[in-house]
């Protein structure tokens, strides 16, 4: 059974740094790719980031590029989000979560297995 597990979440001010973790169990996951969304209180989710779990081909949304890197640890089946120059409009609940699709993959019906989520609120 594959489970997905977020970590690393809490409160920051704004121009503050904080790096999420997330960790994949359950089976191999050559060819699949992690992804992070975020949802913020009455807004969709939205694409954040991904990487390929082989390969390592990154892809961010707009809004982040500059600020967020996604890596990850094979070894470990582990992907960090760090977030740097944090702003109050990055303010959401992260989900990671696992597409059995290799490459740039932003929609979130594309993936199949996510997390419970952890909360990242930017103060002013």
């Known amino acids: 059974q594959v489970q997905v597990v977020e970590s690393g979440g809490g409160l920051v001010q704004a121009g503050g740094s904080l790096r999420l973790s997330c960790s994949a169990s359950?089976?191999?996951?050559?060819?699949?790719?992690m992804g992070w969304f975020r949802q913020a209180p009455g807004k969709e989710r939205e694409f954040v980031a991904a990487?390929?779990?082989?390969?390592?081909?990154?892809s961010y949304v707009d809004s982040v590029k500059g600020r967020f890197t996604v890596s990850r640890d094979n070894a470990k089946n582990t992907v960090f989000l760090q977030l740097n120059s944090l702003k109050p409009e990055d303010t959401a609940v992260y989900y990671c979560?696992?597409?059995?699709?290799?490459?740039?993959?932003?929609?979130?019906?594309?993936?199949?297995?996510w997390g419970q989520g952890t909360q990242v609120t930017v103060s002013s």
């Open positions: 979560a696992l597409s059995r699709e290799w490459g740039f993959v932003p929609s979130s019906l594309r993936y199949d297995y």
């Open positions: 359950g089976r191999t996951f050559n060819g699949y790719t």
């Open positions: 990487i390929t779990l082989s390969g390592g081909i990154t």
